[in-house]
C-alpha cells in the first residue's frame, strides 16, 4: 500500500544553516505530494505540494521537487530562521482528492540563534 | 474568514466512557476529514465526510464514528475509551474534497486516565 518515510527528529540547526528533511515514498499511480507544518500547539499548515512529477513546490523559502525516479520530495531551504522551529510532516494523496492523506511521523526542526 | 474551530481544546476521560468532539469547518466548506495524532502512530486517518455523507474511513475500530451536519460542522464520538485512544484529534476541512488544499483546526487534545 501506500507510504511515506521521513528521516527522523529532532534536526538541530543554528540560524541560517541549509536545511534538508528528506522524504520518500511508495506508491501506486501518481500521487500528488505535500509537506505540511505544524507550529507549537496548532493545527497542520499546507507549506507546499507538487501534483506531477518533476514538479517543484515552494513557499517562504522552502523548495521540494517531485522526483519520479527516486521516489522522493525531499525538503529544503536555504537559510533557516529560529520562527522555522516547527514539526514538519511529508504527505501524499490522490492527485485533486483530499479525501485522505498519508502522512510521514514528522520530523521536529530546531532552530537556535 | 473564521478558520476551522474544533471545540473543546482539552478533554479529560476515564476508560469506559464515551466523548463527543465538535468541529466547524472554514464556511463554504463541504468537505470535512478526521485524524488522530499520536507521538507513536504519527497521523493517520480516521474518516472524512462530504455533504452529510462519510465517504471514505480508515482503519479503525467500530469504536470510532461521526457524522456531518446539513451546515458542515462535523461531529466525532469514541465510545468505550481506552487509554491507547489518548491523542490530539485534528479536523480538517476543504471546499470540495477536491481542490488539494486541507485546512486544519488546532486539535482537540484527549487524555483517558
Known amino acids: 500500500g501506500n507510504s511515506v518515510t521521513q528521516m527522523e527528529g529532532p534536526v538541530t540547526l543554528s540560524e541560517e544553516a541549509f536545511l534538508t528533511i528528506n522524504c520518500t515514498y511508495t506508491?501506486?499511480?501518481?500521487?500528488?505530494l505535500f509537506w505540511y507544518v505544524q507550529y507549537p500547539g496548532e493545527g497542520l499548515q499546507l507549506l507546499l505540494k507538487a501534483t506531477k512529477a518533476d514538479d517543484k513546490g515552494s513557499n517562504k523559502g522552502f523548495e521540494a521537487t517531485y522526483r519520479k525516479e527516486t521516489t522522493s520530495f525531499h525538503l529544503e531551504k536555504g537559510s533557516v530562521q529560529v520562527s522555522d522551529s516547527a514539526v514538519y510532516f511529508c504527505?501524499?494523496?490522490?492527485?485533486?482528492?483530499?479525501?485522505?492523506?498519508?502522512f510521514g511521523t514528522g520530523t521536529r526542526l530546531q532552530v537556535f540563534p | 474568514k473564521a478558520g476551522v474551530t474544533q471545540t473543546p481544546r482539552y478533554l479529560i476521560k476515564t476508560r469506559g466512557q464515551q466523548v463527543t468532539l465538535s468541529c466547524s469547518p472554514i464556511?463554504?466548506?463541504?468537505?470535512v476529514s478526521w485524524y488522530q495524532q499520536t507521538p507513536g502512530q504519527g497521523l493517520q486517518f480516521l474518516f472524512e465526510y462530504f455533504s452529510e455523507t462519510q465517504r471514505n474511513k480508515g482503519n479503525f475500530p467500530g469504536r470510532f464514528s461521526g457524522r456531518q451536519f446539513s451546515n458542515s460542522r462535523s461531529e466525532m464520538n469514541v465510545s468505550t475509551l481506552e487509554l491507547g485512544d489518548s491523542a490530539l484529534y485534528l479536523c480538517?476541512?476543504?471546499?470540495?474534497?477536491?481542490?488539494?488544499?486541507?485546512?486544519f483546526g488546532s486539535g482537540t487534545q484527549l487524555s483517558v486516565l
Open positions: 506508491a501506486t499511480g501518481y500521487p500528488s
Open positions: 464556511s463554504g466548506h463541504r468537505s
Open positions: 504527505a501524499l494523496g490522490r492527485p485533486y482528492n483530499t479525501d485522505k492523506l498519508i
Open positions: 480538517a476541512s476543504s471546499a470540495t474534497g477536491a481542490d488539494e488544499k486541507l485546512f
